[in-house]
T-cell receptor, first 115, second 114 residues
């Protein structure tokens, strides 16, 4: 596609439910990043993939958060047993090279609201 | 310690030049300086990136002094549509990730008035 695509754009979950957020990066992009952005705050790093390898998951806030990119393209961020503090916009970004060299291309995000 | 420090907010008027300064006293040798722009309900968008001296593209200029402890994003002749949050990032682009290298901070909320 022309850009990074994320789905769903909006998700409402009841506390305790599991959710899955999908990211379609730009075709051919090696690096993929997930960020969490709370209201009024800057994006906070969650995890980084280089192709299918998850090289850094130091930003994942708890073991309820899990991300995968099994074939080195589409990625899924899964949140188990959602809590109200998980309410945020989840942003996915991809870049052509390794690390964040050059430009990160961001999707529009998935807004998660946990009731 | 925060890796970068930038003003929380700034105001200006249409047609003016706006300069947003970012402090990064602990910048490392391998670190690059990158600026992103974010509109409400959108993901951040890359503006410009540099290592030293001056970088210019079609939308902005980035000035980096010799000690690299600060940088200034310059937006020429702003318009209402430049109202957004601007983030300064400092990090090793080739580090392969890592929370330190990908810290956005709170950014600068730039408001452009008619």
């Amino acid at each position: 596609g022309a850009g990074v695509s994320q789905s769903p754009r909006y998700k409402v979950a009841k506390r305790g439910q599991d959710v899955a957020l999908r990211c379609d990066p730009i075709s051919g992009h090696v690096s993929l990043f997930w960020y969490q952005q709370a209201l009024g705050q800057g994006p906070e790093f969650l995890t980084y993939f280089q192709n299918e390898a998850q090289l850094d998951k130091s930003g994942l806030p708890s073991d309820r958060f899990f991300a995968e990119r099994p074939e080195g393209s589409v990625s899924t961020l899964k949140i188990q047993r959602t809590q109200q503090e998980d309410s945020a916009v989840y942003l996915c970004a991809s870049s052509l090279g390794t690390g964040w060299a050059g430009e990160l291309f961001f999707g529009e995000g998935s807004r998660l609201t946990v009731l | 310690l925060a890796k970068t420090t930038q003003p929380i907010s700034m105001d200006s008027y249409e047609g003016q030049e706006v300069n947003i300064t970012c402090s990064h006293n602990n910048i490392a040798t391998n670190d690059y300086i990158t600026w992103y722009q974010q509109f409400p309900s959108q993901g951040p968008r890359f503006i410009i990136q540099g290592y030293k001296t001056k970088v210019t593209n079609e939308v902005a200029s980035l000035f980096i002094p010799a000690d690299r402890k600060s940088s200034t994003l310059s937006l020429p002749r702003v318009s209402l549509s430049d109202t957004a949050v601007y983030y300064c990032l400092v990090g090793d682009m080739y580090s392969g990730g890592g929370a330190d290298g990908l810290t956005f901070g709170k950014g600068t909320h730039l408001i452009i008035q008619p």
